[in-house]
């Protein structure tokens, strides 16, 4: 238990540390601006590109693990959806921001912390595909789901133009294809830019981790709607368990591949659910309840799935010999 809590408190003390000072300082929202700049378009891309730029061409043509860990992520999401739309009556921008909410990991602030101080850096891999082609597709679900309901008034040219601009200069995107490009032609990284790389990589999970917790403490929760109980156990335990399955059966993967996949869809709902809720005008307090409470459980949740891989509970393979 004493490894367990080694791997789990410096990754949510961080978190919570970020909760109190942001509780007693008291500085307003817009003072995270710059903080929120330098994770998104310093810190995680450099972390994203030094470990793929030294990974082995064979490993980065991974596509049955990236269309598997994307086969999951999607049908979860239209499965809260449609019971969303169907049998909750909700709008569907409604049903779509409730699908993300339970779809959508925070994989880019959490993920990369989680999976390789779990795991090291053998989880850098699945981490930059999962984080890269699962960001992609929630640009695309997000405005194209919103269009069909009459929530994007654009018409389709600009609102394909608009979401290949987010995804293809997004720097999650950009630092992963740059990283694999260096990887694929064995460019030697000059000594004076990789020492810089370097220094933006080490800084970017604790960053992260405390600009997530000064996020909670700026969304105080009101109250609970009914439909957040369904949200959070589809986010937090229906997720792991169907990836599992899944990569389980579709195909013979890496251990640290199927445990890396299994961990960042246990992850709490991603604070740019919150962003999006803001940008279509819908679903917005309840959006930010969701990432508190997911946040919060999980702890748990998390310290629970941990515990289970890392002490040979969890077999890498549910089907050996298929």
């Known amino acids: 238990m004493s490894e367990i809590a080694g791997l789990i408190l410096p990754l949510f003390g961080l978190i919570f540390l970020g909760y109190i000072v942001a509780r007693i300082t008291r500085q307003p929202a817009e003072a995270m601006g710059w903080l929120n700049t330098f994770i998104i378009y310093a810190a995680l891309p450099a972390l994203f590109f030094k470990l793929l730029s030294k990974t082995p061409v064979e490993q980065l043509a991974s596509w049955d693990f990236v269309l598997s860990n994307l086969a999951v992520t999607f049908s979860l999401f239209l499965l809260i959806f449609l019971v969303g739309a169907c049998i909750r009556r909700s709008t569907t921008p409604e049903a779509t921001i409730q699908g993300l909410a339970a779809a959508y990991g925070n994989i880019g602030y959490m993920g990369p912390a989680v999976a390789i101080l779990t795991f090291g850096e053998r989880a850098a891999v699945p981490v930059a595909l999962?984080?890269?082609?699962?960001n992609v597709m929630h640009f695309i679900v997000a405005p194209t789901f919103m269009a069909v309901a009459g929530g994007d008034k654009r018409n389709g040219l600009a609102l394909a133009r608009d979401i290949a601009k987010k995804v293809m200069l997004h720097p999650f995107i950009v630092s992963t294809i740059l990283g694999m490009a260096a990887a694929v032609s064995g460019i030697a990284i000059p000594t004076p830019v990789e020492g810089l790389v370097n220094y933006l990589a080490q800084a970017?999970?604790?960053?992260?981790?405390?600009?997530?917790?000064?996020?909670?403490?700026?969304?105080?929760?009101?109250?609970?709607?009914?439909?957040?109980?369904?949200?959070?156990?589809?986010?937090?335990?229906?997720h792991p368990i169907l990836m599992y399955v899944a990569l389980s059966w579709i195909g013979d993967f890496d251990p640290i591949w199927m445990y890396t996949a299994v961990l960042l869809a246990a992850l709490p709902t991603a604070t740019n659910v919150f962003v999006l809720a803001q940008q279509y005008g819908v679903w917005i307090e309840r959006a930010s309840a969701t990432i508190l409470l997911t946040t919060?459980?999980?702890?748990?949740?998390?310290?629970?799935?941990?515990f289970l891989i890392t002490q040979g509970l969890l077999p890498p393979d549910l089907f050996p010999g298929r």
Do not use: W
């Open 130 to 134: 999962i984080v890269c082609f699962e």
């Open 204 to 238: 970017a999970a604790p960053c992260a981790l405390f600009a997530m917790g000064v996020s909670l403490a700026l969304r105080p929760l009101r109250k609970m709607p009914l439909e957040l109980s369904y949200i959070i156990l589809a986010n937090l335990v229906l």
């Open 296 to 306: 919060i459980l999980s702890v748990f949740t998390v310290s629970a799935f941990v």
